[in-house]
């Protein structure tokens, strides 16, 4: 019924940047808190950023100062521009949101993105 797709990762060096994308499509009456959220290989799955369909926004201590969310509500899309990227960055990123749809409330996830950072 809503689906999430997401768009932008890729291989870049340290020190370099990536913008992540990720639209929700489907019936959508409104779209309210948006995450990214990041699963590197043996670890769990953590939050690293979210913004409200206020645009407030929190972030996880290890991105703050590099990291930046932003979204569309237009375009139903969270962006996360990602700067100054360090190897401890590299993970799966999946976004995920909570969609008010005409009949109910749903929290889909994206498919992942895969984000490499080496030199």
């Known amino acids: 019924q809503v689906q999430l797709v997401e768009s932008g990762g890729g291989l870049v060096q340290p020190g370099g940047s990536l913008r992540l994308s990720c639209a929700a499509f489907?019936?959508?009456?409104?779209?309210?808190?948006m995450n990214w959220y990041r699963q590197a290989p043996g670890k769990e799955r953590e939050l690293v950023a979210n913004?409200?369909?206020?645009?407030?926004?929190n972030y996880a201590d290890s991105v703050k100062g590099r990291f930046t969310i932003s979204r569309d509500n237009a375009l139903n899309t969270v962006y996360l521009q990602m700067n100054t990227l360090k190897p401890e960055d590299t993970a799966v990123y999946y976004c995920?949101?909570?969609?008010?749809?005409?009949?109910?409330?749903?929290?889909?996830w994206g498919q992942g993105t895969q984000v490499t950072v080496s030199s």
């Open positions: 995920n949101a909570v969609v008010v749809t005409t009949t109910g409330v749903l929290t889909p």
């Open positions: 913004i409200t369909n206020g645009r407030r926004t």
């Open positions: 489907g019936s959508i009456f409104r779209v309210n808190t």
